[in-house]
């Protein structure tokens, strides 16, 4: 059964399918704002913070899925050239790093203009995009930061999607 049969044929809000989803899949969840949702998703290697926010204003569902880190002052030349590199193997979103905050970030916005609907497929994706990314690179980025790695090596452990399980 697909997602999208789950739910009432009615159009819902975004943020609702959000919170619907996180039910689904057993995700802690606040709802902070009739407009805003945030989801910790518990991976492989973390346990990765997840906010979505719908704009009215431009119509655009955006994501941010982030976990922190604290490299040292001298690796942040390195794992910004790293964060090139991955970002150009990321078809959906992007990787950054806020220094202030100590944070990585994966962003991705979902534009709806013209009174689209989000699917809850879209949604599911979207969220599991987010978290793949930040699975898949997360290796790479320790092995640059604490590994002292350069970055074309550093990306070797990140250069195809694992399938299934050993």
């Not at 290697?45 to 002052?73: G, H, I, K």
Request: aromatic fraction near 12%; proline fraction near 5%.
């Amino acid at each position: 059964m697909a997602l999208s049969e789950q739910f009432l044929t009615e159009e819902l809000h975004p943020i609702d399918i959000v919170e619907l989803l996180a039910e689904h899949h057993e995700w802690d969840f606040d709802r902070i704002a009739d407009d805003q949702i945030a989801m910790a998703v518990e991976g492989q290697w973390r346990t990765y913070s997840v906010t979505l926010a719908w704009s009215n204003y431009d119509q655009t569902l955006r994501l941010v899925c982030t976990f922190e880190m604290e490299p040292p002052e001298e690796a942040l030349t390195e794992l910004y050239e790293l964060l090139n590199l991955v970002n150009d193997q990321c078809w959906a979103g992007a990787f950054t790093y806020w220094p202030e905050q100590k944070l990585m970030v994966y962003r991705y916005g979902l534009i709806l203009t013209g009174d689209q609907i989000a699917t809850p497929e879209q949604i599911d994706t979207m969220i599991a995009s987010a978290v793949g990314s930040a699975e898949r690179y997360y290796p790479a980025i320790q092995l640059n930061i604490w590994g002292g790695q350069p970055p074309a090596e550093a990306m070797q452990v990140a250069i195809a999607e694992a399938y299934g399980r050993a």
